[in-house]
């Protein structure tokens, strides 16, 4: 008799009995996992017709059923173009709701998208981490985001427990690094990426080519500790190319398409018994899932297309034979998967019992031969994976909840691992002991144990883990800490501003008291607002280095959208009042300028803190750095345009008024004049007539009241929150990693 599946498989029995259309599914019973029904997701491509183009619908995703088992490794594989890739974003929930068609349930309750993210961990292809961080720190700020429940004392022994389970120890203070600067390796970087999304012990993890761009050693090193972490307790589903055949050995659960359709699923080791039921003998030496994926290739290459395997792997009808494809063999026996390395050397009564239930997989294989092939059994796989034979290393990631497999069982008194062969749903539910959100426990002292998530919607009340002013102070931490180590951007402006104000000092001082004094000061105070608004424009990079960071935190709710936009505000804000001072500072009394020096500072701050939220909005919606640079220019060339000093704003078409008024450097030129020019004071003689402060404003069409001045200052702090919101809505509403 074959031996049951392991925790959290499915072992199902689908007979197709056709009979006047009439079609009979029996379905045995389901352990825990997530599960998935009738995923399709379509999108419209346009297609050239005979020179015409036209609107096309196609499946991206075609009515895939199947599940992911719980405390094991699920891994989608197929060749290029399969759908991989969307088939991981579909069970995440990054798909745009409404565009995917199905039902996804977790453990056998349905689940929604957002409940998916919330209990969840989706670990992108691109390690985006901030390189300035050492690996403490960056586990460290993550545990904040995500444990804000806790002490800082746990936070910290979470961390460090961590930091050993993953590998991490040497690089414990090693920063993360990146192109300029050396930091860990890219195995380790990996790891890092995977505990920065598992600290908080997620009970869906989900990856998208872990091992993409990593070294054979570092890939298995991977693979590795996402195994123990499976066998926590977590639901792991993750897509990988051409896994190595020591990768192969950590794989429990395989699902296998091809142009968005299912081929296979089930153990990695029927493979071989779904390749020679369709007849097809597996070449000498060859791996057999890789054999499979070439037989898919080939069909996929001919008029039968790959939907004859899809047909196959649902009903058991078998694909028509290709030419020179057809071999007819007998069912050749499973390879016995070898151990996880983790449990050690294994006897000799380990491999007696693993050869045991080869043999009596192969009795149950021929006995699905009687129904012609259509007897379906992929989610079959072998015990050895939970085997007893494994050692205390791997026991210690299997906390409470193998405590049931302990007990006796009527159909097995002895309590092993192996009640017997069954056919039916009524039998394996009696037999096989179902995991329930209450057999898992909180340890606070090791971060694999799975979080109860999974029990109920009522502990998922809370979307974030940290109230809204704990995650600003957070993340202003995590600022100045990266602004501390990268001080280039800030010392650069500062540097410019400081060496600019010097020049201006010497070129601007004692102007002469003519018409030509005054167009020098005039000039004086537009290059002033052209410069600060100049030198912010490599804020460019300030959003667009850290927007996918952003979208990776923020798509498991590890911070709001809000926290983020004004943590980044309070952060700049001291930099930008030491870049208006040390210039304002310089200027102001080598030049000898007229009114309050706190309002030409004032002014000079709010101008540059405008300036700041325009380029840092811009930044959010482009999608590289030239498209920046290009934006920024081209804005500010209008801004100078329309800013009042070419031509007055009485003087400006009434069609281009509005201009003026949206011109961020309208308001700080006109501040700054007011500032100097609003008194009787006579600043020039013009055929003996005296050319006064009040004059001079009065011909510019420039308001001459006292509270004119700070009203600009008002409409400059406007200007600042409204760009600042705009940034929030597209943090809220565009910065998303979802498929439309």
Sequence with gaps: MAPPPPNGYRQETVIDIKNSNKTTRQTVGFTG?????????????????????????????????????????????????????????????????????????????????????????YIMQEDRLFPMLTVYETLMFAADFRLGDLSLADKRQRVEKLIEQLGLSTSRNTYIGDEGTRGVSGGERRRVSIGVDIIHGPSLLFLDEPTS?????????????????????????????QPSSRIQLLLDHLIILARGQLMFQGSPDDVTHHLSRMSRKIPKGENPIEHLIDVIQEYD???????????????????????????TVEPSPSPVRAPHRGGGRQGRGYEEKSLEMSRTSQVSRRVADEYDHSLRSPYNNNSQSWSTSHSAMFLKFTPSRLRNESKPHKNNPAGHGSPGYYAYSSEILAATPTPHSSDYT?????????????????????????????????????????IRRTPELFLSRLMVLTIMGFMMATMFHNPKENLQGITNRLSFFIFTVCLFFFSSNDAV???????????????????????????????????LLLQASAYAGIVWFALTLRGPFYYFLIVLFVSLLSTNSFVVFVSSVVPNYILGYAAVIAFTALFFLFCGYFLSSHDIPVYWRWMNKISTMTYPYEGLLMNEYQTDKSFAVNHGVNITGVGILNSLHIGTKESKKWENVGIMLGWAVFYRILFYLVLRFGSKNQRS
């Design 213 to 241: 761009g990593l070294d054979s050693t570092s890939a298995h090193s991977v693979i590795e500790k996402v195994h123990d972490i499976a066998r926590s307790g977590s639901t792991v589903i993750l897509t990988i190319h």
């Design 301 to 327: 290459q001919c008029e039968v297309g790959v939907e004859a395997l899809a047909e196959f792997a649902r009903t058991g009808l078998k694909p028509p034979p290709l030419k020179d494809g057809m071999s």
């Design 33 to 121: 996992g997530l599960e998935f029904f009738n995923l399709t997701y379509t999108v419209a491509k346009k297609l050239k017709v005979d020179g015409k183009w036209s609107s096309e619908d196609v499946d991206l995703l075609h009515d895939i059923t199947g599940y992911a088992p719980k405390g094991s490794i699920t891994a989608v594989m197929g060749p290029s173009g399969a759908g991989k890739s969307t088939f991981l974003d579909g069970l995440a929930g990054r798909i745009k709701s409404g565009s995917l068609k199905g039902r996804v349930s977790l453990d056998g309750a349905t689940v929604s998208a957002s409940l998916i993210k919330r209990t969840s961990a």
């Design 442 to 482: 909180v340890n606070e002292n090791d971060y694999l144990t799975p979080t109860m998530a999974t029990a109920s919607p009522e502990h998922l009340a809370a979307k974030f883990a940290n109230s809204f002013f704990s995650e600003i102070w957070i993340l202003m931490r995590r600022n100045f800490i990266n």
């Design 541 to 575: 990079p300030a959003f667009i280095q850290e927007r996918f960071i952003f979208i990776r935190e923020t798509s498991h709710n590890a911070y709001r959208a809000s926290s983020y936009t004004i943590a980044g505000l309070i952060t700049h804000m001291p930099f």
